[in-house]
């Protein structure tokens, strides 16, 4: 059990407890009712990327490179959710750590990304072979005599 889930309910028994040892019932709901905030915006945030995800394909992102460019190492599966606005591809077995999950562009680059318990580990974009460009361009054409 990771150290974070003791953590942060251990915290807010504290808090109530200190609330209530100098305020009593109004510091009690003062704390209360801030903790409920927090509860409520984490919530409010984690519900707005969701529906944004819905509206978009599994696994389509607007451009790989730019994900590429922006995602960090221990951010969680909602943060790399809100930057892409869509839900990832799986690409790992179900239920086995760590996870991979793929987000594709028009262009054919993909990004994977590596997650463990939640938290992106490590990242790849891979791009499409391009075919070689002609030596000469459209102008460069010999005149005719």
Known sequence: MKFQNILIPVVGLVVLGVAWQNYGFGGVALVGGGLVMWGLLHVTRMMQVMKRAADR?????????MLNAKLKPGVNLLHVMALT?????????KDTQPEVYRWTDTGGSYVDVTLHDGKVT?????????ADAPAEGPGSATPAP
Do not use: K
């Open 57 to 65: 394909p599994i696994g389509h992102v607007a451009s790989a490179v």
């Open 85 to 93: 606005r869509a839900l990832g591809d799986l690409r790992s077995p």
């Open 122 to 130: 490590q990242w790849q974009l891979t791009r499409p072979p391009q």
